[in-house]
């Protein structure tokens, strides 16, 4: 299921920017809850189960990593619930803000994995190319750069295998020759890589005249319909943490605001953006049975 890939590159990357920068600006608890969740399920609709193991892989070590980190530097707050062999005390409150800062990590990380998915470099280039052509390209380039230089270490490393000089077995001196061998071949490659797509594109024409491009997307109703919701939902919950109703502070007492009608709204709506494109997905496939069924 990748339903919302086929949407507009403009409505991709404003949902994006939108639960990127709110999971990144909100720390409430409830808040955190709710990016983590959203973006954790978006996640394995995109991937599959291998997303539930390579996610729980980083995300379960950080968490833990950070709650117990956070506490021995920081010792602020009010309630002491012991001290350290230093002296200095163990508060519930630094525990609590590292957990909240172990699941913004966590969250962030989980929407930056469905961007690289949605998002493809075509995607960037359509929306970026006429701006600032140079940049985009290069960042273009550096996002297919990766997978394909992936693929190359792959096939330099069974090639060098093949040859008797697999840097996985034998003595220590065995291992850093062949590695050494296959980092030098790989930096070679890179390079001459680079000064092959740098000659194409001068011998394309590229920079020295206004930019064209040929484009797959057309911005239709659904799009339209889409984009206006995202925009709504995102200003509103926007408006919301101005007004305050998404305060949480944790020094030097956990506090947060009061519960109201109109707070209770705006963690609704922000529930909303982040699940908005599990909720187009349900609805697409709730649609294709519908019409399955009618047949």
Not at 17 to 22: A, C, D, P, T
Not at 71 to 79: D, I, L, M, Q
Not at 228 to 244: D, E, H, K, P, Q
Request: charged content about 15%.
């Amino acid at each position: 299921m990748n339903e919302f890939k086929t949407y507009h590159p403009i409505v991709n990357f404003v949902y994006f920017v939108f639960v990127i920068g709110f999971a990144c600006l909100f720390m409430h608890p409830a808040c955190l809850c709710i990016s983590l969740v959203g973006g954790f399920t978006y996640s394995v609709m995109l991937k599959g189960k291998k997303a539930i193991k390579s996610n729980l892989l980083y995300m379960l070590p950080m968490l833990l990593a950070t709650a117990l980190i956070n506490p021995a530097f920081n010792h602020r707050g009010v309630t002491i619930i012991g001290q350290f062999p230093s002296g200095n005390p163990l508060t519930a409150e630094s525990i609590i803000y590292g957990l909240c800062a172990a699941l913004m990590l966590a969250s962030v990380i989980c929407h930056f994995s469905c961007y690289n998915e949605i998002m493809t470099s075509d995607k960037f280039i359509y929306l970026f190319g006429r701006l600032i052509p140079a940049i985009s390209l290069v960042i273009s380039m550096t996002l297919r750069f990766v997978p394909r230089f992936t693929a190359q270490l792959k096939v330099v490393t069974n090639a060098q295998r093949c040859l008797g000089r697999d840097a996985s077995s034998g003595g220590i001196i065995k291992r850093l020759q062949c590695g050494l061998a296959i980092v030098s071949i790989m930096i070679t490659w890179s390079l001459e890589n680079a000064i092959e797509t740098a000659d194409s594109m001068k011998s394309r024409g590229y920079g020295t005249a206004k930019r064209t491009a040929y484009s797959i997307f057309r911005f239709d109703k659904r799009d339209i319909k889409t984009l206006i919701c995202i925009l709504f939902l995102g200003l509103y919950t926007l408006a919301g943490f101005l007004m305050g109703v998404m305060h949480f502070s944790f020094f030097p007492a956990v506090q947060a605001a009061a519960v109201s009608p109109f707070g209770v709204s705006v963690f609704l709506a922000y529930g909303l953006l982040c699940f908005c494109p599990i909720i187009l997905e349900l609805w697409e496939v709730r649609k294709w049975n519908a019409l399955r069924s009618s047949i």
